[in-house]
């Protein structure tokens, strides 16, 4: 489904964010992106919404070349890619459930789908009754699940979630962990950018390390426990 081809980003300022990194991931996976600070984890993900372009390699999402997508078929990629930020990205003026429905609103679905949807949605992540709360209303916690939400309700293949407990204290990040392990069950394949390798090791999933722009470890199970002191004090 992903694959990732001997891919080098360079950014214009000079700085090399991926450097010759390969893997693949097939359908249904739950797959951790590991690293410190600057190791390249959220470029992959920008590399995947076609927000970037690599500077040499391939990047494929079911078959498709993405640096090759033109016009109409961009929008139709990111709407198979449910994106999780750290920083939320939601609209304070907007209400939860608003804010969840906005991909469907764009995408011209009928008033009855859009809510119908957006409900949905909230109930899976456990914000039924937040929904017509505003952003601030609610705690750190019940925003990431309000994204979590946003990204889930158009459907998508993938989740990529970019440091999505970074910010939460540990209970309310297990929380969430496990919200993502359920959709992951659901059949959805879900790649988790993260700096917290308790979850790593506990989850024992497929764990990708990236370092200095390169991919140095692809393995499954808690063999990372080893790095744990290393990668605490390289923490952002």
């Given at each position: 489904m992903i694959r990732f081809e001997k891919v080098t980003h360079q950014f214009p300022n000079g700085v090399m964010a991926l450097q010759e990194v390969d893997f693949q991931i097939e359908p249904g996976e739950f797959v951790f992106i590991i690293g410190p600070s600057g190791a390249g984890k959220t470029t992959l993900l920008r590399l995947l919404l076609r927000e970037l372009k690599p500077t040499q390699g391939k990047v494929w999402f079911q078959n498709e070349n993405i640096a090759e997508l033109k016009g109409g078929k961009i929008p139709e990629l990111r709407r198979r890619i449910?994106?999780?930020?750290?920083?939320?990205?939601?609209?304070?003026?907007?209400?939860?459930?608003?804010?969840?429905?906005?991909?469907?609103?764009?995408?011209?679905?009928?008033?009855?789908?859009?809510?119908?949807?957006g409900k949905e949605a909230l109930e899976l992540v456990g914000l039924a009754d937040k929904e017509e709360m505003f952003p601030a209303q609610l705690s750190g916690g019940e925003v990431q699940r309000a994204v979590i939400a946003r990204a889930v309700v158009g459907n998508p293949d993938v989740i990529f979630a970019d440091e999505p407990t970074g910010n939460l204290?540990?209970?309310?990040?297990?929380q969430i962990v496990e919200l993502l392990r359920r959709i992951n069950q659901a059949g959805k394949t879900v790649?988790?950018?993260?700096?917290?390798?308790?979850?790593?090791?506990?989850?024992?999933?497929?764990?990708?390390r990236l370092e200095k722009g390169k991919a140095v470890g692809d393995k499954k199970g808690d063999i990372y426990k080893k790095k744990k002191h290393h990668l605490e004090t390289n923490k952002e």
């Open positions: 449910g994106a999780v930020f750290q920083d939320f990205k939601l609209l304070l003026d907007r209400t939860i459930l608003e804010n969840v429905s906005l991909a469907l609103q764009i995408q011209n679905n009928s008033e009855e789908e859009i809510r119908k949807s204290d540990p209970e309310t990040a297990w790649i988790m950018a993260t700096h917290n390798v308790d979850v790593v090791d506990t989850l024992k999933e497929r764990v990708i």
